[in-house]
């Protein structure tokens, strides 16, 4: 399974002015490439394959107008025609429906003002790390690095990004081994909601922490502060970079917090089931499905992926069952109730049920169902782990 490791780098301005222009000329070749597809098109010419764009930044390159791109790695130039060779492929496999997830748009012109700037180096690029502990990028230099945490490998690649509040990151793809964690006995349905950010089957509620909440009210306060400043002021544009940074960091604080919670969560437990986020049916407003849907689908990502990595049982239910109807207890339908209802008492057997608890537990139980469904279990409890699993394990990703 191939996994992300970001750290953050500090480059030098001498390094911080290569790296713009280094960002510059991958936006180069990739528009250049974009347009040469897009006038060949136009012109009912043949699609013009990979091998004829990378033919024709060759020549470019051996131009006056374009003589520049000799200035940066040609790596870095080729991972940028390989980006937009991506965004197509995403966009004609979602034309063809063979993609899951949300129709893709057909690639778009790079801008400098995009709010997120990347090149990446592939391993023929020849990036490496110093033994002082230094990022090494060919025609950038030695790049310092904040190592939050070891790589568990040689890289294959790393992306160098700079985000909207100006800071640079490294993202280093590793091809990480499964090691399965010991044995655990314990099955856990999470129920994702609004009130509580998970609410577990054994009864847990796990709210956002306050570090997270504390970052959210102060962009919420930074957004106001921009709100209030005069169009074109100088004043905005600081008043923007200072919502960009709170974004940045609220975005980071909910990133540590998935990793916490689903690291947990997979020590624990032997197997999880979640609910397909895409049949959860909640009353909220646009503004605040985005913010959450965005917020429940990384982290039962983190999840999934861990769980792989861990030799974990992962599993995602539909909504066939009404979690949030039928008493967990004794399985009877005691009728829709509305969000307010908080507590009730089952009809059928007399059992008191917290309403979110009890939706966790029948989502537990919905994903023994589906187990049951492929003759493999009859109904959730522990379950064997894949492989022997003496080793301890260094701290999740
Ligand atoms: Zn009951």
């Known amino acids: 399974m191939q996994l992300r490791y970001n750290y953050r780098l500090y480059p030098t301005p001498g390094q911080q002015r290569a790296l713009a222009r280094a960002f510059g000329c991958a936006r180069v070749v990739f528009n250049d490439a974009l347009r040469a597809r897009q006038e060949a098109f136009e012109a009912g010419l043949p699609y013009l394959t990979d091998a004829e764009l990378s033919a024709r930044l060759t020549a470019a390159k051996a131009t006056p107008e374009r003589a520049w791109l000799g200035e940066v790695s040609s790596a870095v130039l080729q991972q940028a025609l390989a980006d937009l060779q991506a965004a197509y492929r995403n966009f004609f496999a979602s034309l063809a429906g063979a993609r899951k997830g949300p129709k893709m748009a057909p690639p778009t012109f790079r801008s400098r003002k995009d709010r997120r700037q990347s090149i990446r ?34 890289p294959s690649s790393v992306t160098v990004i700079m985000d909207a509040a100006g800071r640079y990151f490294a993202s280093f793809v590793v091809q990480a081994a499964t090691e399965p964690h010991v044995a655990a006995a314990t099955v856990v349905g999470i129920d994702l909601g609004l009130r509580h950010f998970a609410v577990l089957s054994d ?18 306060r930074a957004q106001r502060a921009l709100s209030r400043k005069q169009k074109g002021s100088a004043n905005r544009d600081k008043a ?40 959860k049916g909640l ?11 965005a917020g429940w689908s990384a982290f039962t990502a983190m999840l999934e992926y861990k769980a792989r990595l861990y030799g974990r049982q992962f599993h995602k239910i539909g909504r066939f069952e009404p979690t949030s109807q039928m008493c967990s207890a004794c399985g009877v339908k005691d009728g829709p109730k509305p969000l ?4 009730w008492t089952c009809a059928g057997c007399g059992a008191t049920h917290d309403r979110d608890v009890n939706a966790a537990v029948n989502i537990a139980k919905a994903a023994g169902l589906a187990v049951t469904a492929c003759g493999a279990q009859v109904r959730p409890g522990p379950v064997p782990a894949q492989r022997g699993e003496a080793g301890t394990l260094p701290g999740a990703a």
């Open 121 to 154: 180096f592939t391993r023929n690029a020849r990036f490496s790390i110093t033994p002082g502990g230094k990022l090494r990028l060919p025609k950038i230099g030695d790049v310092p690095v904040r190592w939050s945490r070891s790589l568990p490998c040689q």
């Open 203 to 220: 009864g847990r509620k796990v709210a956002s922490p306050r570090f997270l909440r504390r970052a959210e009210n102060k962009l919420r």
């Open 240 to 279: 923007r970079i200072k919502v960009a940074r709170a974004h940045a960091r609220v975005t980071d604080a909910r990133r540590d917090f998935h990793h916490q919670l689903s690291t947990s969560l997979i020590r624990d437990s032997q197997a999880i089931a979640v609910e397909d986020l895409a049949v």
């Open 283 to 293: 009353a909220r407003t646009k503004m605040a499905r985005s913010v959450h849907d």
């Open 340 to 343: 307010h209802v908080r507590e």
